[in-house]
């Protein structure tokens, strides 16, 4: 199980396209030629997948959705397929790209799922390795030495969500305590206006809090 607290690190649009450019060159400078390159989705495969074939310059791009992790990092019970491949790949040879290797268990499923299809091979590619996952890609932009849950600017919204919900957990709270929480336990600074429109959204439209005299609670 995870933490009560741990730090994070957002990484920005313009670092992120960085390390899929750092990507596509380790791929390209290996020799390695795919057929297909598959995206992990709907975590943080897409973006990465999409950068790195515009630098490789490869067309083909496909996706499958595996889930392992649930909101603000609160784990599930196992890693499953939830969306297969919708194509064929008997003989072929994949990359598959994700943002992150966590635990490691993502790939380690994608690629047991991928060889009962038919691949030839498969290869994977991510942007950050982080040293404590129990499995290492073929290829990462760059090596996390020390463990922090990393926020990428395709799941900011999500991910910040997601840690509001787990400070309500622990009880009712103003915007000045969440915002306190979130930097104390996670070092998280939040953007005003998206943090305003984050509890706007658990509360109005997620169904998954209330709001009463300027303090927030997990609706019951």
């Given at each position: 199980m995870?933490?009560d607290t741990f730090?994070?690190?957002?990484i920005?649009w313009?670092?992120?396209?960085?390390?899929?450019?750092?990507?596509?060159?380790?791929?390209?400078?290996s020799?390695?030629q795919p057929?297909?390159?598959?995206?992990i989705?709907?975590?943080?495969g897409y973006v990465p997948?999409r950068?790195v074939c515009d630098?490789?310059?490869?067309e083909?791009?496909?996706?499958?959705?595996?889930?392992h992790?649930?909101?603000?990092?609160?784990?599930r019970?196992?890693?499953?397929?939830?969306?297969?491949?919708g194509v064929?790949?008997?003989s072929?040879?994949?990359l598959?790209?994700?943002?992150?290797?966590?635990?490691?268990d993502t790939?380690?499923?994608?690629?047991?799922y991928?060889m009962k299809?038919?691949?030839a091979?498969?290869?994977?590619a991510?942007l950050?390795h982080?040293?404590?996952?129990?499995y290492?890609?073929?290829?990462?932009?760059?090596?996390?030495?020390e463990?922090?849950?990393?926020?990428?600017?395709?799941a900011?919204?999500?991910?910040?969500?997601?840690?509001?919900?787990?400070i309500l957990?622990?009880?009712p709270?103003?915007?000045e305590e969440i915002l306190?929480a979130?930097t104390?336990?996670f070092c998280i600074?939040?953007?005003?206006?998206?943090?305003?429109?984050?509890?706007?959204?658990?509360v109005?439209?997620g169904g998954?809090a209330e709001e009463?005299?300027?303090i927030l609670?997990?609706?019951?």
């Amino acid at each position: 199980m995870m933490p009560d607290t741990f730090p994070c690190e957002l990484i920005s649009w313009e670092h992120s396209c960085a390390l899929a450019q750092r990507l596509a060159y380790a791929v390209r400078d290996s020799g390695y030629q795919p057929d297909l390159v598959v995206a992990i989705g709907r975590g943080g495969g897409y973006v990465p997948a999409r950068i790195v074939c515009d630098h490789l310059m490869h067309e083909i791009l496909t996706s499958i959705k595996i889930e392992h992790w649930g909101v603000a990092a609160e784990e599930r019970s196992k890693t499953v397929i939830r969306f297969p491949l919708g194509v064929d790949v008997a003989s072929a040879r994949l990359l598959v790209v994700d943002d992150v290797t966590d635990t490691g268990d993502t790939l380690t499923v994608a690629i047991s799922y991928l060889m009962k299809c038919g691949a030839a091979e498969v290869r994977t590619a991510v942007l950050q390795h982080k040293q404590t996952s129990g499995y290492r890609p073929d290829y990462y932009a760059e090596l996390i030495t020390e463990w922090r849950w990393i926020i990428y600017p395709w799941a900011v919204y999500e991910d910040i969500s997601g840690f509001v919900i787990r400070i309500l957990k622990k009880g009712p709270a103003t915007v000045e305590e969440i915002l306190s929480a979130l930097t104390e336990d996670f070092c998280i600074t939040v953007d005003a206006e998206m943090f305003t429109e984050i509890c706007t959204d658990l509360v109005q439209r997620g169904g998954k809090a209330e709001e009463t005299g300027g303090i927030l609670r997990i609706d019951s």
